[in-house]
T-cell receptor, first 112, second 114 residues
Framework: DAKTTQPPSMDCAEGRAANLPCNHS???????VYWYRQIHSQGPQYIIH???NNETNEMASLIITEDRKSSTLILPHATLRDTAVYYC?????????????FGTGTRLLVSP | GAGVSQSPRYKVAKRGQDVALRCDPI?????LFWYQQALGQGPEFLTY????????KSGLPSDRFFAERPEGSVSTLKIQRTQQEDSAVYLC????????????FGPGTRLTVT
């Protein structure tokens, strides 16, 4: 599985965009990048995933560099409810099932 | 619709006791996972079921840990002779298919061994 590097913590003002980076320089060609978040005392929640192209859904946008060695999760207008730990997870190729390998993630604090 | 539910939400056990943690996945979901999350860490994989078959148990930390899903729906994670190092949050997740990495997590069971 590809290794990831994420900053341990980030701060963001409410209403501003939160840009969460992730390095995954050892990612292989057929591995997707998945993002999950975990709000305090809850289970992780799926946010978005991508392979090569940028992706957008109702929760966030995902920008993947052309060489696929890094990606950025963008929360366009952060709210207090977005305070959580965010995990970047390259998915293993050909494992036969979808085990998620979490790192330690980025703790995002959104302040008023 | 109903999400993944887990019970109990909190469990305190004395060292040496056996515990059983229950997971009710989303109806019809083929895949079921158990993860263990220590304080301040990300979740770590324990075991995987496809329907009633336990296809991977490589993450179970010792033979005191046992999981089952006899009818391909509800699953139970059992820990025998609990130790203090078993204190953690135990998370259950399900997904509709074998190939989908989008997993739906329950709220977890916080186990404290005293």
């Amino acid at each position: 599985d590809a290794k990831t590097t994420q900053p341990p913590s980030m701060d963001c003002a409410e209403g501003r965009a939160a840009n969460l980076p992730c390095n995954h320089s050892t990612i292989s060609g057929n591995e997707y990048v998945y993002w999950y978040r975990q709000i305090h005392s809850q289970g992780p929640q799926y946010i978005i995933h991508g392979l090569k192209n940028n992706e957008t859904n109702e929760m966030a946008s995902l920008i993947i560099t052309e060489d696929r060695k890094s990606s950025t999760l963008i929360l366009p207008h952060a709210t207090l409810r977005d305070t959580a730990v965010y995990y970047c997870i390259p998915t293993g190729a050909n494992t036969g099932f979808q085990k998620l390998v979490f790192g330690t993630g980025t703790r995002l604090l959104v302040s008023p | 619709g109903a999400g993944v539910s887990q019970s109990p939400r909190y469990k305190v056990a004395k060292r040496g006791q056996d515990v059983a943690l229950r997971c009710d996945p989303i109806s019809g979901h083929v895949s079921l996972f158990w993860y263990q999350q220590a304080l301040g860490q990300g979740p770590e994989f324990l075991t995987y079921f496809q329907n009633e078959a336990q296809l991977d148990k490589s993450g179970l930390p010792s033979d005191r840990f046992f999981a089952e899903r006899p009818e391909g729906s509800v699953s139970t994670l059992k820990i025998q002779r609990t130790q203090q190092e078993d204190s953690a949050v135990y998370l259950c997740a399900s997904s509709p298919s074998r190939t989908d990495y989008e997993q739906y997590f329950g709220p977890g069971t916080r186990l404290t061994v005293t």
